[in-house]
Each structure stands twice: as C-alpha cells, then as structure tokens.
C-alpha cells in the first residue's frame, strides 16, 4: 500500500505527472453528459465551452492538444446530477452554480459574465450549494 | 426558445420535476471513471461511497433506489480530470479539495471525517481550488 502511494512524497516528479498541480485553477465546469442531457444536445453545448475556452487561452490541458497548462478552467464531462428533466446542466465549481436548460448559445455568456467577470447568470442558475464553513 | 424553457417558471411543477433542487445538499462528491482511474479501481471506489452514503442515508437520490430525496450528498461518476497518474481521483465540491489515490478503503475517512465532521483529509488531499469572491 505504502509503496503504491510513493508518488505523493516527491513533489517535483508530481508536477511533472499532474500539470493540474500547478495551474491556477478558479473554476471547474462539469456538463453532464447523462442520457436526458444528451438526448438535448449536452456534447454540444460542451464542445462549445471547449471552443469559447480555448479561444481566450482559458482551458487547462496539454499543449499538444492546443490547450493551456496554465489555464483557470478545468472542463469535464460527468453522468447524471438529477437535472434530467432540465437540461443540458452545467455546473461551475467552486461556485456551486447550477445551470439548468443550457443551449450551446448561452455558452458565451456563461463563459464572459460568470467564468470571466465573476457574476452568475441569474436567468440560467436554478440552484446553489454553498460552501461549507472551513 | 422561450417555450423550450416553460418548465423555469413553473417552481412547484419544476420541484416536482426536480427533487434535488429542495434536498438540503452540502456536498457533491465526483469520482473519476476515466480510463486511468477506473484502471486502478475507481468503480469500487464509488461503489465504496454509495454503500457508506446509504448506510448513512446521506445518499440523494430517489426513494425506490434507496436513496434519500432529502440527502445531503450528490455522487456522480466524472471523466478525466488530470489525476490520471495519481488515481483514483475523487473532488469533493463546493469545497474544491481533490483527492489522489483513493483506494475502497480510504472512503469511510473521507465520508467520516469530510463529508460529516467538514475536515479535509489531508493525507490524501492533493490539490484545492479556492471558491471566487461572490
């Protein structure tokens, strides 16, 4: 067990393994890609995060891929959250923002008013969860 | 468009609809089922975590499923998110701790210690992304 963990004592080659690490993260946005989100267009509402993300340099992800390792925005497709007869969800973390009904042409809106200027877009947000004290 | 979204402005049918939007939810917890995850364990990992959240009745989710539709705690599978060399990674939102190299038996801690009493676990803890000023 000890051994298979060995990775996390060495901080350098961690970095070198997990570029995560080390880039200023502020936001991750999950789009769900469950069956009802899917069934009204959630990959492309993702590929639309993907595109308004990396054209302003945000997205994190290897370079290779024309991604930024210093970007602030993780981008990740996840299953169901129970938005199902709502969707497609977006959801932006840390924040605890919930987007219901997104449309790939709400995306840059999301991305300029919310991930960008730091105000959530009222009219899309059905529900919060707040931050637990520390 | 504006029809599309009808169901917005109804907020009891939109409830109805929705459970999770009037479930008291602290948590959302993420595992990654990505293929370097799940190739180091990652569906026993989120199975670990539905059986403690269900023994606990922590689990949101729909009554028939044995889940509790006023759960604290939303569990959901997510793609890859940069942890692939440090697997299983399990997020824990709103509070933006990521933990690295979770195994089965690391997931009682984390339910215990985390998600019930509201410390990190810091052993197992690898990154943190800070909630943006409101």
């Given at each position: 067990m000890a051994e298979e963990r060995?990775?996390?004592?060495d901080r350098a080659q961690l970095e070198r393994l997990v570029p995560v690490l080390v880039a200023p993260i502020q936001h991750h946005v999950f789009v769900c890609t469950g069956k009802s989100c899917s069934a009204v267009g959630s990959a492309e509402v993702k590929s639309e995060f993907e595109k308004e993300l990396l054209e302003r340099g945000m997205l994190f992800g290897k370079e290779k891929k024309?991604?930024?390792?210093?970007?602030?925005v993780v981008l990740t497709e996840c299953a169901s959250v129970g938005f199902c007869a709502i969707g497609a969800a977006v959801l932006v973390y840390p924040d605890g923002v919930w987007y219901a009904q997104?449309?790939?042409?709400?995306v840059a809106e999301i991305v300029e008013t919310?991930?960008?200027?730091?105000?959530?877009?009222?009219?899309?947000?059905l529900m919060r969860i707040a931050k637990s004290p520390d």
């Open positions: 060995a990775t996390l004592e024309g991604k930024n390792p210093k970007g602030s997104v449309m790939p042409s709400d919310h991930l960008v200027e730091g105000r959530v877009v009222e009219r899309l947000a």
